[in-house]
């Protein structure tokens, strides 16, 4: 049966490192606790902490050598961290990490280039610039510092957990944008970097560029690059507009997070409930929550509503085609986007097989983030788990109608807001438009969710692929070491998508993926998908999909 099931759906020289941060230093003994204590932890909560280091006793292998290598005089907290990356990046799961130190790394203050990067699926280039560098919009990147571009993602994924090549390159991209990013790419302090590019005429650039830019001008809109004047600019979680004859519609979803799943918190009692709006409201909305939780869950938008709305006003206008916006959507609740397929697709998306599968590890953390005991998960799901099983989901089978059904009034029952829009439709969609949807690398997590059930579903995917792997593992909790203060992310959940096909399971490529030419055709716009997008509606080459993912 479709439930409310909640996906969230985020060694090198130690000896310098460590002095440079002397004023967070940290003995041999509080390094080795809190190294302990996070091996435990990942061996406690990840789902399978072993197979990519080769076994259980590789793993605890390769964490006896991290014990051995720390100084006797202890380390700084960067060195720490520094320690610690590897051991992530092998795992190569983009959803168990540790976050960055607050500090900003030897250089002080962080600094940034002029210049933003871009990934396509055969290059990366330079799609912004600051001033005087505009001229090198649209370069490719082919070295910098004379490393290859090949060397530099491979560096990437050895120090950053990366589950595909696309992954290697956005990690990338983001590390060249700062001083700190480009050390700890390559392990050296710069003032600039030396790139080597390639212009529209296949000619070699060289240019030296330094780190200029202070964080608030590197945030601010003094940016060089083209923005399709037909799309309006909005912040809104969920904005939507009609584009040109009005025959098509585009859909911005920023994040999988809205209304639905708070609600949906509330409903079970979650604890953290509270914390999670003040977070909501300080990233989207830009202030403080009313006072009174619901007041604030009120004030939260939702995509249900948001589609609801859409599709009336498609359907009273005759629009055929829907393009949504995943770029840069980096997840959040899987769960919230299940109004979205029955207003599109009613009973049609119940009744779907879709081939995928969950293993949740039952971990005291995991008791803990649902507010539960051994005794109370086991009284609820009426089995009889122990600390360290998995808690298995097998591939919905598709049960139509009663699925719907009792969806529907498990919404009902639980006062969720946005019920209202779905109690009268009986299995019928709202309104079925042809579906084009934008990705690039930054579509992660419930966002690869969203894509990955569109695809099954008959939607055209134009754009990059995701740094998401469909089999990978998912659902993030949060932990802190208690000496260093580092904190971080374990996978709790693995998800398999593509149970027999190892490429896809990998890298889901677009229809119509985005190709350095493309980008160039469109001048290097920050809206080049949704403009080749328009381009493929106008030559009839985006059409019904049924099942195109099968």
């Not at 590197?218 to 025959?247: C, K, N, T, V």
């Not at 809205?258 to 909501?280: A, D």
């Not at 249900?304 to 359907?315: D, F, I, R, V």
């Not at 139509?400 to 006062?415: F, H, I, N």
Request: proline share 5%; charged share 25%; glycine share 10%.
């Amino acid at each position: 049966m479709r439930t409310l099931r909640s996906v969230a759906c985020l060694m090198v020289a130690l000896g310098t490192i460590g002095q440079a941060f002397a004023q967070d230093a940290l003995t041999r003994e509080q390094v080795l606790q809190d190294l302990q204590y996070l091996t435990a932890f990942l061996e406690e909560t990840h789902p399978d902490p072993y197979t990519a280091f080769g076994g259980g006793d590789e793993f605890r292998l390769r964490a006896q050598a991290l014990e051995d290598s720390v100084p006797d005089e202890g380390l700084g907290v960067e060195g720490f961290y520094r320690l610690l990356r590897p051991l992530f990046a092998q795992l190569g799961d983009g959803h168990t990490y540790v976050s960055s130190p607050r500090g900003t790394g030897p250089s002080g203050e962080r600094s940034y280039l002029p210049l933003r990067f871009r990934v396509a699926t055969d290059a990366v280039f330079i799609s912004d610039a600051w001033g005087e560098y505009e001229a090198l919009i649209g370069m490719r990147l082919e070295t910098v510092q004379g490393r290859s571009l090949e060397e530099l993602s491979r560096l990437a994924s050895e120090v950053f957990p990366t589950e595909n090549e696309f992954g290697a390159g956005r990690r990338l991209v983001r590390l060249l944008a700062s001083d700190r990013g480009a050390w700890q790419l390559l392990g050296e302090q710069y003032e600039g970097l030396a790139l080597g590019l390639v212009d529209a005429d296949d000619s070699q650039v060289e240019r030296r560029v330094p780190f200029a830019l202070n964080s608030d001008e590197y945030s601010s809109s003094a940016w060089r690059g083209e923005r399709w004047s037909a799309l309006q600019s909005s912040d809104a979680p969920f904005f939507w507009q009609f584009i040109g004859d009005r025959r098509v519609a585009y859909f911005r979803v920023r994040s999988i997070v809205g209304r639905e799943p708070f609600e949906e918190l509330r409903s079970v009692g979650r604890s953290n409930l509270r914390t999670q709006v003040e977070r909501y409201y300080q990233r989207y909305l830009g202030g403080s929550p009313p006072e009174y939780v619901d007041s604030a869950i009120a004030g939260v938008p939702s995509l249900t509503e948001a589609t609801y709305k859409l599709l009336e006003e498609m359907k009273d206008r005759g629009a055929r085609y829907l393009i949504v916006d995943l770029r840069d959507n980096g997840g959040g609740w899987s769960s919230m986007l299940v109004p979205f397929y029955y207003l599109v697709f009613g009973d049609r998306y119940f009744e779907y097989e879709f081939p995928i599968s969950f293993a949740t590890r039952v971990s005291p953390a995991y008791l803990s983030l649902m507010g539960t005991t051994l005794d109370g998960l086991n009284r609820e799901l009426d089995a009889s788990y122990e600390i360290g099983d998995m808690i298995l989901s097998e591939p919905d089978r598709g049960e139509g109608p009663a699925s719907r059904q009792a969806y529907v009034a498990e919404l009902q029952r639980q006062g969720h807001s946005h019920a209202r829009y779905l109690a009268d439709l009986n299995g019928d969609a709202l309104y079925t438009p042809e579906l084009v949807v934008l990705i690039n690398t930054g579509t992660f997590s419930a966002a690869y969710h969203f894509e990955y059930h569109l695809w099954h579903l008959g939607a055209t995917l134009v754009g990059v692929p995701s740094a998401q792997a469909g089999n990978a593992f998912v659902d993030v909790t949060e932990y802190e070491l208690p000496n260093s203060g580092l904190r971080g992310s374990v996978a709790r959940t693995r998800q398999i998508m593509f149970p027999d096909d190892p490429e896809l399971a990998r890298t889901l490529t677009p229809h119509f993926p985005m190709v350095w030419e493309d980008y160039r055709r469109f001048d290097f716009d920050a809206h080049a998908e949704v403009r080749y997008a328009l381009d493929l509606i106008e030559s009839g080459r985006v059409g019904s999909r049924r099942d195109a993912g099968r």
